[in-house]
């Protein structure tokens, strides 16, 4: 609007003034054009007011469905607490069953594991550094006897070694993902195994095959199982090694996840056997041994 006004000034004079020619005027009329023009192309550009986001009014399909989501993170805040209500102290399962020690390391192991999009590379290169830290704590369990030696500078060194007479049993399949970390700390360790299945029609387990060292009644057995959901597979094993003549109190179970239920059950029918695991959580990660065999 400002560019505009001198041209109709000088417009409305033109017939007025005296001295103003028709030569003039054609002069006149190219500054204007040309004022009018630097007038135009230096005027700065003019941008629309956008309105703020906040500022927009949602729409019938842009307003939030607060309804659904209130009621999502209703039902997820009761799943968990209907959780935490299954969950117990681990003095209420007995004096021999036992945790390992928890730290960040493990709950991170933990939570690779039982996400569900981990890879199965990663999987199982998670799950077995958390085998090892159980079958490391697991061997604490074993008898130790005191031992002298003589260290390289002729010193004489008071320290411990095992007590000869343990093997170690797996509960196959999954079980079976247990025995390379025992045997990476014990490389000389006999193993046994038991293949238990849950019978098609009853669905209760019975034990299909079970090949022991001759002398595993006089040993100390460390009998691996990573996941217990019921503890019947677990009960149906031990019950095979005791009628192999194996004390309840020599049998070590190492487990890596266990239900309260299950924790329940296999110290109610044991409660002398020693049971170590790294977790005790209403719900189990079931899908271990077929994503460590890459079965699933």
Same mark, same amino acid.
């Given at each position: &609007?400002?560019?505009?006004?001198? &041209?109709? %000034?000088?417009?409305?004079?033109?017939?007025?003034?005296?001295? =103003?020619?028709?030569?003039?005027?054609?002069?006149?009329?190219?500054?204007? /054009?040309?004022? $009018? +023009?630097?007038?135009?192309?230096?005027?700065?550009?003019? =941008?629309?007011?956008?309105?703020?986001?906040?500022?927009?009014?949602?729409?019938?399909?842009?307003?939030?469905?607060?309804?659904?989501?209130?009621?999502? &993170?209703?039902?997820?805040?009761?799943? @968990?607490?209907?959780?935490?209500?299954?969950?117990?102290?681990?003095?209420? =399962?007995?004096?021999?069953?036992?945790?390992?020690?928890?730290?960040?390391?493990?709950?991170?192991?933990?939570?690779?594991?039982?996400?569900?999009?981990?890879?199965?590379?990663?999987?199982?290169?998670? *799950?077995?550094?958390?085998?090892?830290?159980?079958?490391?704590?697991?061997?604490?369990?074993?008898?130790?006897? @005191?031992?002298?030696?003589?260290?390289?500078?002729?010193?004489?060194?008071?320290?411990?070694?095992?007590?000869?007479?343990?093997?170690?049993?797996?509960? %196959?399949? +999954?079980?079976? *993902? /247990?025995?390379?970390?025992?045997?990476?700390?014990?490389?000389?360790?006999?193993?046994?195994?038991?293949?238990?299945?849950?019978?098609?029609?009853?669905?209760?387990?019975?034990?299909?095959?079970?090949?022991?060292?001759?002398?595993?009644?006089?040993?100390?057995?460390?009998? /691996?199982?990573?996941? $217990? +959901?019921?503890?019947?597979?677990?009960?149906?094993?031990?019950?095979?090694?005791?009628?192999? #003549?194996?004390?309840?109190?020599?049998?070590?179970?190492?487990?890596?996840?266990? !239900?309260? #239920? &299950? *924790?329940?059950?296999?110290?109610?029918?044991?409660?002398? $056997?020693?049971?170590?695991?790294?977790? %005790?959580?209403? %719900? *189990?990660?079931?899908? =271990?041994?077929?994503?460590?065999?890459? !079965?699933?």
């Amino acid at each position: &609007a400002r560019g505009r006004q001198p &041209a109709r %000034v000088f417009c409305c004079c033109s017939s007025t003034h005296p001295d =103003f020619t028709e030569d003039s005027h054609k002069s006149v009329r190219v500054n204007i /054009m040309g004022t $009018m +023009s630097e007038v135009v192309t230096s005027r700065p550009p003019a =941008f629309e007011k956008k309105t703020s986001a906040t500022q927009i009014p949602p729409t019938d399909k842009q307003k939030p469905n607060t309804c659904s989501d209130h009621h999502n &993170a209703q039902n997820v805040d009761e799943s @968990d607490s209907c959780i935490e209500s299954q969950l117990e102290p681990v003095e209420c =399962f007995g004096p021999y069953f036992r945790l390992i020690p928890c730290s960040g390391q493990v709950k991170e192991l933990q939570t690779i594991i039982r996400d569900r999009n981990t890879s199965r590379s990663d999987f199982k290169f998670y *799950a077995d550094r958390l085998i090892r830290l159980v079958v490391e704590e697991g061997l604490n369990q074993l008898p130790y006897s @005191d031992c002298s030696i003589t260290t390289p500078t002729g010193c004489q060194y008071q320290g411990l070694q095992f007590v000869k007479g343990n093997c170690g049993v797996s509960i %196959v399949r +999954s079980g079976e *993902a /247990m025995e390379q970390g025992l045997r990476s700390c014990c490389r000389s360790i006999r193993l046994g195994k038991i293949l238990v299945e849950s019978d098609l029609e009853t669905h209760e387990a019975r034990v299909v095959y079970a090949k022991f060292p001759e002398d595993i009644s006089q040993r100390k057995v460390l009998l /691996m199982y990573p996941i $217990m +959901s019921s503890g019947n597979t677990v009960i149906k094993a031990v019950n095979v090694l005791q009628e192999h #003549a194996v004390d309840e109190e020599n049998i070590i179970l190492l487990n890596l996840f266990s !239900t309260p #239920a &299950a *924790a329940r059950t296999i110290t109610s029918a044991f409660p002398k $056997m020693h049971i170590l695991t790294s977790e %005790v959580h209403p %719900v *189990a990660p079931n899908h =271990f041994g077929q994503k460590y065999f890459g !079965t699933d």
